[in-house]
Structure formats: structure tokens, C-alpha cells
């Protein structure tokens, strides 16, 4: 299932960046796992709802905005023409290659807070709102996937309501939408006064 390359030190390849269409900058240096390749046959979707098949992740970098991206090898494509691609893109069609690359990195917490001697303050977006549950006279709880992590018990997190308009309010949205909306769950209040 996966394959690990021989350790190599870090990646100089010239990559189209496809989120700009911009390339890195030549003998740019990307700090990659101590395995670098993560080999999975999974497809993923571009931005034109286009499939392709994702032959292994190469590499990761973080953005300014703390997220991720990842350096995707596509199926048919050299290593050299292999792109750098949103890592919510990636979990979204090849989660299972995603998660391998993390576990066989050494963890993505560990590769990218503690590692690191430069390291950048933790930093997680939300993937998905998966459940919640409605608070006595204070809203609802959630329980929240994070982008990098796969839904299981140990990486969902439960999350107010407050917080998660604040940080993830298009999430949040999408989640009520799928369930019909959030005032289905509220209790109807009833009269206070009966003639």
C-alpha cells in the first residue's frame, strides 16, 4: 500500500505552483519528511472538476496563512512537473494518501510545529463540521474535522458555536444547509399566556 523512497535530502524541483501558475523559485530550498515520498495510486479533483490520479506526494510548505500545500507527482507526469496543490484539495479526493504522507513523515503535528528549529506557531483550519449537539440556553457544540487529519476520535475536537462563526463561518454554514437549516433544531418556544 505504501511505498517509501530511500531518504533523500531536501527537494530543488522547479514546480508550476497551480493555485498562481507561478513556479518556485529556482534552488529553492522545501523542507520536506525524512522520507520525502509517500507512494498511493488515488485520484483527486483539480479546480475545473477534472480527475487525477495522484501517483505519491513529494513534499510539503507551509503558506503564510498557516495552511499547507503539498508537491503532488500526477499519473503520466515526470516528477519535475509535479505541482504544489492546496493540502484541503488533497484531503478532499485522496484523504488515505494524505494521512499515509502525515504517519509516515512522523506526524504532521510533529513535522510541522515541533520539528522544525523555525517553527511557526500552531496553526488549524477546519475541514468539516461532522455533528453537533444542541446546549442548554447556549447554542451548540460541534464536533470538527481539521484540515490534515482524518475523523477519527483522537483528531476531532468539539468546538462552541461562537468560536466556529468566528473562525469557519462558511463551514458552518454548509453544515446547517446540509441539514436543512439550524432552526430545525431549535425548540419552539411556547406561549407563555393561554386564553
Keep these: ?11 530543488n524541483i522547479p514546480a508550476k505552483d497551480n493555485a498562481t501558475g507561478a513556479s518556485t523559485n529556482p534552488g529553492e530550498q522545501i523542507s520536506g519528511p525524512k522520507n520525502d515520498v509517500t507512494e498511493i495510486t488515488e485520484t483527486n479533483q483539480d479546480y475545473d472538476g477534472e480527475e487525477h490520479e495522484v501517483v505519491a506526494l513529494l513534499d510539503h510548505r507551509m503558506v ?26 488533497i484531503q478532499l479526493g485522496a484523504a488515505d494518501l494524505l494521512y499515509n504522507y502525515w504517519q509516515n513523515a512522523g506526524g504532521r503535528t510533529e513535522v510541522l510545529f515541533h ?19 444542541k446546549q442548554p440556553l447556549r447554542g451548540f457544540k460541534f464536533q470538527v474535522q481539521w484540515v490534515g487529519y482524518p475523523a477519527s476520535p483522537a483528531d476531532i475536537t468539539v468546538e462552541p458555536e461562537p468560536k466556529l462563526k468566528k ?13 436543512g437549516g439550524r432552526n430545525r433544531f431549535l425548540k419552539k418556544k411556547r406561549n407563555a399566556k393561554k386564553l
Design 1 to 11: 500500500m505504501t511505498d517509501m523512497a530511500g531518504a533523500k535530502g531536501p527537494l
Design 64 to 89: 503564510e496563512d498557516g495552511s499547507v500545500d503539498l508537491l503532488v507527482h500526477w499519473a503520466g507526469e515526470s516528477a519535475e512537473q509535479a505541482t504544489w496543490e492546496p493540502e484541503r484539495e
Design 115 to 133: 520539528t522544525p528549529r523555525d517553527a511557526p506557531p500552531e496553526v488549524y483550519h477546519v475541514f468539516k463540521v461532522l455533528h453537533h449537539e
Design 167 to 179: 473562525i469557519a463561518p462558511t463551514a458552518l454554514t454548509e453544515y446547517w444547509n446540509s441539514l
